[in-house]
């Protein structure tokens, strides 16, 4: 017994030994490149070429190059972004928010100015991408990638004739074939586009138009999902579905029946950016690091990695990313003969007003919750409840009586 | 009877393992996809070896799961053994409903709550980072503390008092009796609840996401922010492993306690 337990205490001290060689190993290896500091980036997950499938460890270049060492952390969505910076969460360098929350950092004083001569690469950045809304000036971004929503249906399941605008989602044919985003704004975006509202309205009852439209929908709807799209896409469990034009080229790749458009009454256009949040310790640092990350070689292995559109000219003009990514897929990404900045102002998402935001919020409930069902498990849980109170009450009555006589 | 029986039992055992089975199956997928099986292939398990991020944050919450379970242990086996000893009911009482206060809270209350009470510090310190390591460490300790105690705690009931006392019959100073006839007799105890101190801070996320810092990851947290795209297979490789260590460690701890019980049984 005594030499088991004494085996299985070794064992713990074993793993930890090693994890704390393995860890001051890493750090004798970065001591020899001379470090010049440390920098923590928080970016969305699985959005940059991260040396996995033998592509481009773009970090350990950076790392290798300039002997900064990069913490690497992730979030989800930009509001956990948000709630993280907003709770106290210093030390953060570089982070990649979309632009409608760019524009809410900013409006807050979040964010802090760029030095533009430590960012030469800046020069590669196309005119389209100069003083957007959410940064008027050009002071405190730099943006890292772009793209539009479009919609993804199986061509072995939809006939071609019912494609090219947002009433696909609605088409009853398809009933139980629809996947819808598990995400406010982004659902209630397919419906205003639809209807020809402006996603970024702050009147109410053009809103609830959009909530009827939705509620008209969701019978069709299979289920309201976010990355579970790829794999019902991709196995053919659901049809029809609005998601990422370069998530839609991943997709493919994994069903060859999966076509792709752009809704003709127009749809989501968004800009990822690089900016460094107030409190940042090593400024210049990130400076550096934003622009590495506009290099032709991080931002080539970036495009390839996450197949979202670039806005940097290197990219685009660069021989291997275009043969990589072929003709089609191009097309598809930097659709020609599109006034750029005329669509993005008009379909972008803006940052709405708190009081806008929580109409949203309350709507969305609304549409999720089936009111019958509500009521339904709640006189449930309140019958079974009552229920086992009767019975305990009964139990102790019983036991009481039961004491007296013994 | 008979039939329905084992047909039950049968049932049950599907319901919990089929989804582990399936992320074992689709680890060996040939494509990336998660919805479609293409063909049997290694890649996502030497994707898994180069993929650095997911090792770095795999290391960190080997670290953060190691170094809170050993704190918590000791921390909580001191606790229990005071809780143990003490005179008054109504203070032992009370004392044990409070430690088990955080196991029944749910762990959002705990984590945003800890958050809030490092920021605090924190800014009132005016230290750089509000939230750090140390932070994440310290939270996983208070929330891995009752488990300990709750596992201790019997283990000194059940044992004799009289037996230190008569170590220290024979000459034993109150420490050395401790140490050579209580802790050997509670062993049992103390490594159960590390253990699941250990499972517990592994798979930890709500407390973690709460209270960690910039510039460290631990892997439920490196999983989840993978959601707005997809979830690499190589995740799946990952959970297999992890999934067949945890395995392991129970098969390991079941023997252990089986050879112990047959020992006990020949005295």
């Excluded at chain 1, 990695?305 to 685009?316: D, E, F």
């Excluded at chain 2, 099986?37 to 890649?43: K, M, N, P, V």
Aim: hydrophobic share 45%; net charge negative; proline share 3%.
């Amino acid at each position: 017994m005594k030499r088991i337990l004494s085996a299985f205490t070794a064992c713990f001290l074993l793993i930890f030994e090693l994890l704390l060689l393995a860890s001051c190993d890493s750090e004798q290896e970065t001591k020899k490149q001379q470090v010049k500091g440390t920098i923590n980036v928080y970016n969305w997950g699985e959005y940059i070429s991260d040396g996995s499938e033998g592509s481009f460890d773009v970090n350990a270049a950076f790392t290798e190059a300039t002997g900064i060492k990069v913490n690497y952390t992730t979030y989800a969505s930009n509001e956990d972004m948000y709630a993280k910076l907003k709770s106290g969460a210093t030390g953060y360098d570089v982070i990649i928010p979309s632009d409608y929350m760019i524009k809410r950092l900013l409006d807050e004083g979040m964010l802090e100015k760029l030095d533009f001569e430590n960012i030469p690469n800046y020069k590669y950045i196309s005119e389209d991408f100069h003083n957007p809304y959410y940064d008027p000036t050009n002071e405190y971004t730099v943006p890292y990638t772009y793209g539009m929503v479009g919609i993804i249906y199986n061509t072995s399941r939809v006939d071609e004739e019912d494609t090219g605008s947002w009433d696909l989602m609605w088409n009853e044919k398809y009933k139980g074939d629809i996947l819808q985003y598990n995400n406010s704004r982004d659902a209630f975006g397919t419906a205003m586009y639809r209807l020809g509202i402006s996603v970024n309205t702050e009147n109410e009852e053009e809103w609830r138009m959009a909530l009827d439209s939705l509620a008209e929908q969701k019978e069709l709807v299979q289920s309201y999902v976010m990355d579970e799209i790829f794999n019902k896409m991709e196995s053919g469990e659901a049809a029809i579905a609005s998601y990422y034009a370069g998530d839609y080229l991943v997709m493919s790749e994994n069903n060859e029946d999966l076509a792709f458009y752009y809704p003709e009454e127009g749809t989501n256009i968004f800009i990822d950016a690089m900016c460094i949040p107030k409190g940042s310790k090593n400024k210049s640092l990130a400076e550096e690091y934003i622009n590495f990350m506009l290099s032709a070689e991080a931002a080539i292995a970036n495009a390839e990695y996450i197949c979202y559109a670039s806005p940097n000219t290197l990219v685009r003009e660069s021989e291997e990313y275009i043969e990589y990514m072929g003709e089609d897929w191009l097309e598809l990404l930097y659709p020609e003969n599109m006034d750029f900045a005329k669509e993005y102002d008009k379909n972008c998402y803006k940052s709405l007003p708190s009081e806008t935001l929580a109409l949203v919020n309350s709507l969305w409930e609304e549409l999720k919750i089936d009111s019958t069902l509500g009521v339904g498990i709640y006189l449930s849980c309140i019958g079974i409840i009552s229920l086992l109170v009767v019975w305990a009450v009964y139990t102790i009555i019983i036991k009481k009586k039961r004491s007296k006589y013994y | 009877m008979k039939t329905l029986s084992k047909l039950y039992t049968a049932l049950i055992f599907i319901f919990l393992y089929a989804p582990i089975a399936i992320l074992v199956l689709f680890s060996f997928n040939a494509s990336n996809s998660t919805g479609v099986f293409t063909g049997f292939s290694l890649q996502w398990y030497k994707e898994l070896m180069r993929d650095s991020a997911t090792l770095e944050a795999l290391k960190n919450t080997l670290i953060l799961a190691v170094l809170s379970s050993l704190i918590a242990t000791v921390i909580g086996t001191m606790a229990a053994v005071g809780i143990d000893r003490m005179k008054n009911r109504y203070v032992k009482g009370a004392l044990i409903s409070t430690t088990n206060i955080p196991m029944m809270n749910p762990d959002i209350v705990t984590g945003i709550s800890m958050m809030l009470l490092f920021v605090f510090v924190g800014t009132t310190l005016g230290l750089d980072n509000n939230l750090s390591f140390v932070t994440l460490l310290i939270a996983h300790v208070t929330f891995n503390l009752p488990y300990v105690i709750l596992s201790v705690l019997p283990k000194i009931r059940q044992l004799d008092a009289q037996l230190p006392e008569a170590a220290m019959d024979l000459g034993c100073t109150p420490m050395k009796a401790f140490f050579k006839v209580e802790l050997p007799a509670i062993m049992p105890g103390v490594i159960t609840g590390m253990i699941m101190a250990f499972t517990l801070s592994l798979d930890d996320f709500i407390i973690s996401y709460f209270t960690i810092g910039s510039g460290f990851e631990t892997l439920p947290i490196r999983i989840y922010s993978m959601t707005k795209k997809r979830v690499t297979p190589d995740m799946y490789a990952l959970s297999t492993l992890i999934f067949i260590a945890i395995l392991l460690l129970l098969i390991l701890s079941n023997v252990t306690s089986a050879r112990a019980e047959k020992k006990m049984k020949k005295k």
